[in-house]
């Protein structure tokens, strides 16, 4: 560190001062622009359609004013802190003990995971908050094969989910099957339309990949939306039935799980027993992407990644790799969704838009591409994060939106930012995500 | 009612559905050509630039002005300048910092921003659907065939297609006549070789965005005059259209943007016309993707060449 001579850091401390009070004045100039017209003043349509406009200005001011100290407090934080930079933040031996603990955060997140609806038996809230975040560290292993380890961008991801919620209601709904017997179906059914759009993007790179994905995902809601005579189109599906333990039914029936077990009946059950499903789904998800890494197949979607020119001189069939990533990870869309239909009862097409999609590529972004236990962490800060404003229904995406960019700007390369290498010589070492190119497909 | 009436009807207007998508358009394939990135916060700043327009109509005519061409002149100043600041916010919150990052970072946070504006202007003025009254009334009849249909051509199709080409022609005019043009062009090839040879980098992509968002709000004004409606949500269905209209197009060129807008405008209008209204958007994304199998660069696209 440098040291100025007194009156040196006093003169800088004053043009600081000058400096961070003329920017702060700049953006509250801009804020004053930005929100003129859209916050001080309130337009709605009356009753016979006439639209009427009342001001807000005091509502404008506090914004800018706002804006004003808000730019302020970041400058100088901005000052004394230095550039951005968490490692800087973070002393080495303290990184190390980090990175030491870091070895032993997934079994104990494990251990946690399993024994929640042991400590929280009684929190009905928590246990439906904890199946949610489940679902989403599911869907999230899911989409990374797609991204994170073939880096196909993939923007339609809620389409599969779609695709296997549907599956499981209208099989269940009209045949009368069983879970057990659906959610195989429902993944395979997804997976075979994960192919199916394999097949158009296979020639397609990075944006324009991006964009037929988002379309597709858009022909599959627009199209569960408009075959009413299938899908109950907006309406959706209701009365989807409850998963049962292999057949035995957990209700309050004569041959229902309590009666057999001639323990009293609680609804919890089947909290518990959903509890442990998705658990068991989304191991099963982490399960199989770790051991398709070390496979060939798993190799070489993360030499796609890496270079598909350099793929194809190797003799490495994109094609096949590209579609077993579109498969392997739309089937797993489809488990969570065939999953989703039977804990909700009831779907329709609001769940699955491009907000889900959207949510679904951030948790797999922000918990560093590739990283099992980044997208875990990611998800429980997403959506146990969203959480908390549910109080505030209007601002809650605003403040999602926020928080996607804030923690994009603070991490862009995820809060797991190294991985561990699939086959190394001697010695496992880690592997900084700087190195790694994403999304070139 | 003649076949070619209505199919010369329906040209009419899928043309004008298709100047707003190119107008729209033009902002994404600027932003691709330069930073290489789907801006997925273009939609909003369209959104916001017609909630700008229809409050600044709301003010001018509650103050007692009844001349329309004044309204629309300053409507249309303060829209694309009040929008063109959303479009300069966009890109120094979501954009600058993230500049030198890898590539999913920007799209996350423009997809956050996205977020951000259309719930912000949810929260500002609310769900609703915001209907103005007609303000360019009127129009003419082009051919009245012997059952009595008759082909419209309404003044304010008119406005919309004559707003579309004379802000082309100035837009065309700017990017390969004047100094900006040339930056833009540069950095569009090499922002590093741009920069040592002293193009202000950070202002040229600036400055597209800047140029972006008032289209966008060219756009979102004459979507407000044509549809007499705004809301809140309008800016992700008409977004992913003009994407799609510039991606059809060849994303990166300019002309590509707007052959792909007019495109978009005729196949849903069309598609709607003859087959079903509830599939247009179907139809749309289906074509899109069938054109992407067989010009994986789009119509007028420049193939991408593979370095090793």
């Known amino acids: ?441 | 009612m003649d076949h070619f009436d209505y199919f010369a009807q329906q040209l009419i207007n899928g043309l004008v559905l298709g100047s707003i998508y190119g107008l729209i358009a033009i902002g994404y394939t600027m932003v691709y050509g330069i930073v290489g990135m789907i801006n997925f916060a273009h939609g909003d700043i369209f959104m916001i630039g017609g909630f700008i327009a229809l409050i600044t109509f709301l003010i001018l005519i509650s103050i007692g002005l009844t001349a329309v061409p004044v309204i629309l002149l300053i409507v249309l100043l303060v829209s694309m300048a009040i929008t063109a600041l959303y479009g300069w916010t966009v890109e120094r919150i979501a954009y600058r910092p993230l500049r030198h990052s890898f590539r999913l970072a920007p799209m996350l946070s423009a997809i956050g921003m996205s977020f951000v504006l259309t719930n912000y202007s949810q929260v500002a003025q609310g769900a609703r659907v915001k209907p103005i009254p007609p303000l360019i009334t009127g129009g003419h009849t082009l051919h009245e065939s012997a059952d009595g249909f008759v082909i419209q051509l309404s003044n304010i199709q008119i406005v919309v297609v004559i707003t579309t080409v004379v802000l082309l022609a100035i837009f065309t005019w700017l990017v390969s006549r004047t100094r900006l043009g040339r930056d833009m062009r540069a950095c569009e090839q090499d922002q590093t070789m741009a920069a040592l040879l002293g193009v202000d980098v950070d202002r040229t992509i600036s400055m597209t965005f800047v140029i972006g968002a008032a289209l966008a709000a060219v756009a979102g004004l004459m979507y407000l005059l044509y549809y007499g409606l705004v809301d809140f949500f309008m800016g992700f269905v008409a977004g992913i259209k003009a994407f799609t209209a510039a991606v059809l197009g060849g994303i990166g060129s300019l002309p590509g943007a707007m052959l792909g807008g007019l495109a978009i405008g005729l196949i849903e209008t069309f598609w709607s016309a003859y087959f079903s209204v509830e599939y247009k958007d179907v139809a749309a994304f289906s074509i899109l993707i069938v054109v992407l199998i067989f010009m994986p660069t789009g119509l007028l696209g420049r193939p991408e060449v593979e370095k090793v």
């Open chain 1, 1 to 441: 560190m440098t040291t100025l001579p007194p009156e040196a850091a006093a003169a800088s401390r004053t043009a600081g001062i000058s400096f961070i009070l003329k920017k702060a004045f700049l953006s509250a100039l801009v804020a004053l622009v930005l929100f003129s017209l859209m916050v001080g003043i309130r337009t709605e349509a009356g009753p016979d359609g006439q639209l009427t406009y009342w001001t807000r200005f005091g509502e404008l001011a506090s914004l800018v004013g706002l804006v004003f100290g808000g730019s302020i407090v970041i400058e100088l934080l901005r000052q004394w802190i230095g550039p951005v930079g968490t490692e800087k933040l973070v002393p080495a031996p303290v990184q190390q003990g980090l990175s030491f603990l870091g070895r032993y955060l997934a079994p104990v997140l494990l251990i946690f995971t399993i024994l929640v609806p042991v400590i929280f038996y009684d929190q009905r809230y928590i246990l439906d908050l904890a199946i949610l975040v489940l679902t989403y560290v599911m869907l999230g292993w899911g989409l990374n094969v797609v991204v994170g380890l073939a880096g196909l961008l993939d923007l339609g991801y809620v389409a599969f989910y779609a695709v296997g919620a549907y599956s499981y209601a209208l099989l269940a709904t009209n045949f009368g099957w069983s879970f057990w017997i659906c959610l195989p179906l429902a993944g395979i059914l997804a997976a075979f339309w994960g192919v199916l759009l394999g097949f158009p993007v296979l020639r397609l790179r990075g944006d324009y990949l991006a964009i037929v994905t988002l379309a597709f995902g858009e022909i599959i809601r627009l199209v569960i939306i408009n075959w009413q005579s299938l899908t109950g189109g907006p309406n959706g599906v209701s009365g989807i039935p409850r998963p049962t333990l292999f057949g035995i039914p957990l209700d309050n029936s004569d041959d229902g799980l309590a009666a057999l077990l001639h323990i009293e009946y609680s609804p919890t059950h089947r909290i518990v027993f959903l509890f442990y499903l998705i658990l068991a789904l989304a191991l099963l998800t982490n399960w199989v992407t770790i051991r398709l890494r070390r496979l060939p197949i798993g190799r070489a979607w993360e030499a796609l990644r890496e270079d598909e020119v350099a793929c194809r001189a190797l003799g490495i069939n994109t094609t096949t790799t590209k579609l077993t990533a579109f498969a392997t990870g739309a089937m797993f869309g489809g488990f969570a969704g065939a999953f989703f239909a039977t804990r909700q009862g009831f779907i329709s097409p609001e769940s699955f838009t491009f907000q889900e999609s959207a949510l679904v590529l951030a948790i797999v972004v922000l918990g560093g591409m590739g990283s099992q236990l980044g997208v875990a962490l990611a998800a429980l800060a997403m959506i146990g994060g969203f959480e908390l404003f549910r109080g505030f229904e209007n601002y809650r995406m605003l403040v999602f939106g926020m928080a996607m960019v804030l923690i994009m700007i603070w991490r862009p390369r995820g809060l797991i930012g190294h991985r561990a290498p699939t086959v190394y010589l001697k010695k496992a070492q880690a592997i900084s995500s700087d190195l790694v190119k994403e999304g070139h497909g």
